[in-house]
């Protein structure tokens, strides 16, 4: 099955829970999607958080596949952290989770990956696909290898890479329970 993946190249919001502990940036109110470009011009213009894709409107292009390096080897150092708005985790051992191709240059770095999740599952997702929301979705940041840490890449134009997934939720039977599981969007 192939996953349905996005990527977002903007200096990503994710940066502001660390330092201020969810507090300045919300879902709804004055701290809305609609108003992040006040506080983080970075959210304005093209490239703007959150994102809703219209699919009428994106050009079709044919990118070579992305490869993921190292994320089937073991990992033994994975640190889970409620920072306030999501579950972030991150991963501290070596050699780093990769990935490349697509339409990146060079290799970017795995860095942390967080959820974005709602109160019930009619909504959730930060992005949206013809402004249907999803009950949950993945962010996998990366930075890229040349500028070594998160820190350095954020002052770069090409120095992230978020790999956004939607979830949906499905029913499952399993040992006469029914089960309630999220699932990556697939695409036939
Ligand atoms: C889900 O939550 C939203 C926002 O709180 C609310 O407007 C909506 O009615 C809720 N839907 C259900 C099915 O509970």
Redesign the pocket.
């Known amino acids: 099955m192939k996953i349905m993946v996005f990527m977002l190249f903007a200096l990503a919001l994710m940066q502001a829970p660390r330092i201020t502990y969810g507090e300045d940036f919300g879902y709804d109110g004055n701290t809305g999607p609609t108003f992040w470009s006040e506080r983080y011009r970075e959210c304005a213009g093209k490239h703007q958080s959150p994102i809703n894709i219209n699919v009428l409107h994106v050009k079709q292009v044919t990118l070579p596949d992305i490869t993921f390096i190292g994320f089937d080897d073991s990992i033994d150092n994975v640190h889970v952290t409620n920072n306030g708005h999501t579950v972030l985790i991150e991963v501290r051992n070596e050699p780093h989770p990769r990935v490349r191709g697509g339409p990146l240059e060079g290799d970017y770095v795995f860095s942390q990956m967080h959820f974005h999740w709602?109160?019930?599952d009619?909504?959730g997702s930060e992005d949206k696909i013809n402004h249907r929301s999803f009950p949950m979705e993945l962010h996998m940041v990366f930075f890229k290898e040349e500028y070594k840490s998160v820190s350095e890449a954020v002052k770069h134009q090409d120095g992230l890479t978020v790999l956004a997934f939607f979830y949906e939720v499905n029913v499952l039977l399993f040992e006469n329970r029914l089960l309630f599981i999220y699932v990556p969007l697939g695409l036939p």
């Open positions: 709602g109160d019930n009619t909504f």
